[in-house]
């Protein structure tokens, strides 16, 4: 089988990004604008707000599965499954579903070819899954785009109540753990993210600025002082604590706030 693809980069489009068999396609200039948003387009366009889109190679050593909705098109002897392996496989995911923003069943693409998925403008980050360490790492809901499909995924439930109640955040995360490549979208570019590593150490932040982190890592929600006169005098309450060895990558950012750049895919 030969698969020639013309103009996929060019003038206006290039790859900025390619870990294995994924890449990170950017539109660098927008030609398929209408006249009555071309003015939002071009200050977009001086922001360096592009649309980006992730392509995969598929062949007999990897599979891709995909958020539901946003596969763009695709060439080669590629086929589509549900992934699912049963019945208790559905009812899982359904699970898995209800308490993340993740769907429920994510397509599984297998065979030999090349899949494109749909634009978004937000910002595509490429990571290895074995580099974080057998326990894999956890993810901020609504961050998957795709993964190969030797990447194990489970949910994962917060240590103790006060770390999802008090931290903002939701009583599951979504875990990705072995090996492959995942593709997570962004609020922000990779080289605004910071990497904080932890050697049996302590890490406290004041908000939901951690995108990612090791699934070793114990969290939990504590005061900023150990009074609550302290507390209450030095402005910053409660804060969100990750004790132990592993990574935490911060955005400079809320990572729970609403990005500003919606995506086009469902």
């Known amino acids: 089988m030969s698969i020639n693809i013309k103009q996929l980069e060019n003038e206006g489009r290039k790859i900025i990004n390619r870990l294995e068999n994924f890449a990170v396609l950017e ?14 387009a071009y200050f977009m366009s001086k922001m360096g707000v592009k649309k980006r889109q992730v392509i995969i190679e598929l062949d007999n050593n990897h599979s891709a599965v995909v958020q539901a909705g946003a596969m763009q098109w695709m060439i080669g002897n590629i086929q589509s499954t549900t992934g699912l392996k049963g019945v208790g496989d559905l009812f899982g995911k359904m699970l898995k579903s209800a308490v993340t923003k993740e769907t429920a069943v994510k397509p599984e693409y297998v ?30 809901d609504g961050m998957f785009l795709a993964c190969d ?25 979504l875990c990705l753990k072995g090996s492959g490549i995942v593709a997570l979208e962004s609020n922000v570019p990779y080289d605004e993210l910071i990497e904080v590593e932890l050697n049996n150490d302590v890490l406290k932040i004041d908000g939901s600025f951690a995108v990612c982190w090791s699934a070793g890592l114990d969290f939990t929600v504590e005061r900023s002082s150990q009074s609550l006169v302290g507390s209450m005098v030095n402005s910053e309450g409660l804060v969100n604590v990750y004790r132990g060895t592993g990574k935490v990558l911060l955005s400079p950012v809320n990572s729970r706030t609403d990005s500003l750049f919606a995506t086009t895919h469902n």
């Open 111 to 140: 065979g030999n070819g090349t899949l494109v998925l749909e634009p978004t403008y937000k910002y595509i980050v490429l990571m290895d899954i074995s580099e974080w360490n057998t326990g894999g790492m956890i993810i901020e």
């Open 149 to 173: 499909g030797k990447v194990e995924q489970k949910i994962v439930a917060r240590s103790n109540l006060s770390s999802a109640v008090l931290g903002n955040e939701g009583l599951f995360n």
């Open 27 to 40: 539109h660098t200039k927008d030609l398929s604008v209408a006249p009555s948003n071309a003015e939002t």
